[in-house]
């Protein structure tokens, strides 16, 4: 078998993204328009709630921040403003609603489809390009995974990996001697630093990294790129945040401090959460556990081309230190849930396409049936039939369990908050609703309260770290709500069983996994 890389086998000299730009952008249509049919079915996610309540007010009436029982407060636990805003500004245009708000998460996935394969043509060639939006969308196993699902909801993650890819297809850029793609690639950086916070740490392992071997290559140029799109990223960060919040925040408002929410998610050191990570690693990321040595192994054999400073090989690195960092911490430190591993899984996709480019010879399927067929009759078995075999089978799983696992959720149609919360609409103007289901925050018209920022600390240890005991001390009834509804998060998570099992609310309606209760006085 060659083991020659397919960036030394076929050098992109004219990658397919500006070759094919028409049938790119067609490309780019088609997965908008398929990812925006049933937008609004699927159920609203607990996260999501609170991006869209504060994108929703933002959008009306300028008040970036939320409502508790009808009166301004400052935001708390939704995503970053590089987020909430763009998804507060499709409101202004196309109104507030559910699939209104999903619509910047569903172009942000296709921009990360879109630049994976850019950064793919550059890095290897036009075929491995081709074969990462393959690997993209029929190798992402896990639901909390696939770009295209990530994307149909209103989170942090895909907007992030689009900026963070953005930058990567920059700094390429400035390392082939366009020194000014230095300030859109620091930029980029800068808006993917705020966007998420774990993506800081591996940010500054990839790009730290990427110059400590510059730097011992003597290759002072490509130190000097990565330095000043590092330093730069640092600045638009800080100043990003200063200003926008500044801007976006009244001071006056009151404020909901919390402490401790990250640490319950970044450094969880209990053997069960590490034999859960291993797991969902093994399981949902297996392309990329098995791809990734050989990106590093690649690596080794182009060293002399990280000598000579080609740009592919230095960005090859940066991404490759950028995702093994991440899994890295979220083998040994996170609390191990799929989602955590998203970005870099996405990020693996040309690895994974290349592998398989490598494994296959140029995606040769006739040489392929032809091993599988000497190997399977015993005619004249080989290595090379065994490897056609492994990756028969690689891609075999990966896709049969993506097809089973993914796909039901375009179909999903839920609206059972969308019910409830016309329910409670229907119900005399300023009668006072108690709940910590936030998706229902978006939806309701009446005053509603819910508890502080800070209980959703004891709530993530009871969820997150399987501590039923861990404390969590709430007395909704010093809120006089009329009515409680309960739904998935708090039942799962017994925030108002108490209150409950003391008999001061009745059920009086269930729908779906809700519940809605009366206060009885």
Not at 6 to 14: A, I, K
Not at 390 to 395: N, S
Not at 424 to 442: Q, V
Request: charged letters at 15%.
């Amino acid at each position: 078998m060659n083991h020659v890389p397919p960036s030394v086998l076929e050098p992109p000299t004219q990658p397919l993204a500006r070759r094919h730009l028409l049938a790119w952008a067609i490309f780019g249509l088609l997965i908008v328009a398929l990812s925006l049919w049933n937008l609004d079915g699927p159920a609203m996610w607990w996260d999501e709630g609170w991006t869209l309540s504060v994108a929703s007010h933002w959008a009306t009436d300028g008040l970036y921040g939320r409502l508790r029982d009808g009166l301004p407060a400052q935001p708390g636990l939704e995503a970053s403003f590089t987020t909430t805003i763009p998804v507060g500004l499709t409101m202004r245009l196309l109104g507030v609603g559910l699939w209104q708000g999903r619509v910047f998460g569903v172009i942000c996935a296709t921009a990360v489809i879109l630049l994976l394969a850019a950064l793919a043509a550059r890095l290897y060639n036009h075929h491995v390009a081709i074969a990462t939006v393959g690997v993209t969308l029929l190798m992402s196993i896990h639901p909390q995974i696939h770009p295209i699902l990530q994307g149909r909801q209103v989170l942090a993650e895909m907007p992030m990996l689009a900026y963070l890819l953005a930058s990567y297809l920059c700094l390429w850029w400035a390392l082939t001697w366009r020194w000014f793609a230095v300030i859109p690639a620091a930029l980029f950086l800068g808006i993917a630093w705020v966007s998420k916070a774990q993506t800081a740490p591996f940010l500054m392992v990839s790009l730290g990294s990427t110059i400590l071997v510059a730097l011992i290559a003597r290759r002072w140029r490509i130190a000097l790129i990565c330095a000043a799109s590092l330093a730069g990223a640092y600045v638009v960060a800080v100043m990003l945040s200063q200003f926008a919040y500044a801007q976006l925040i009244d001071p006056k408002l009151p404020a909901d401090p919390v402490t401790g929410l990250l640490g319950m998610i970044a450094v969880v050191l209990t053997p069960f959460h590490r034999a859960y990570a291993l797991r969902n690693l093994l399981i949902s990321g297996l392309p990329t556990v098995l791809a990734l040595p050989w990106g590093l192994w690649m690596l080794w054999h182009d060293r002399i081309l990280g000598r000579t400073a080609a740009p592919s090989w230095y960005v090859r690195f940066a991404l490759l230190a950028f995702i093994g960092s991440w899994l890295a911490w979220f083998l040994l430190l996170s609390v191990g849930v799929p989602r955590y591993m998203a970005p870099p899984i996405v990020i693996s996709s040309p690895f994974v396409a290349a592998w398989l480019y490598d494994l296959t010879e140029g995606f040769a399927l006739d040489v392929q049936v032809k091993r599988l067929v000497d190997l399977l009759t015993l005619r004249r078995p080989s290595r090379a039939g065994l490897l056609s075999l492994l990756t028969l089978l690689i891609v075999t799983v990966a896709v049969c369990l993506t097809g089973m696992t993914s796909p039901r959720y375009f179909f999903e149609e839920d609206r059972s908050a969308q019910r409830v919360a016309a329910l409670l609409n229907a119900l005399p103007p300023g009668t006072r609703i108690e709940t910590y289901e936030s998706e229902l925050h978006f939806l309701l018209k009446q005053p509603y309260t819910f508890p502080p920022d800070q209980v959703h600390v004891g709530l993530g240890l009871r969820s997150l770290l399987v501590d039923k005991q861990a404390p969590v001390v709430y007395d909704p009834l010093r809120n006089d709500p009329a009515y409680l509804v309960v739904g998935r998060f708090t039942r799962e998570n017994d925030l108002y069983t108490p209150v409950l099992a003391s008999g001061a609310f009745r059920l009086v309606q269930k729908d779906g996994l809700y519940e809605v209760y009366a206060r009885v006085r």
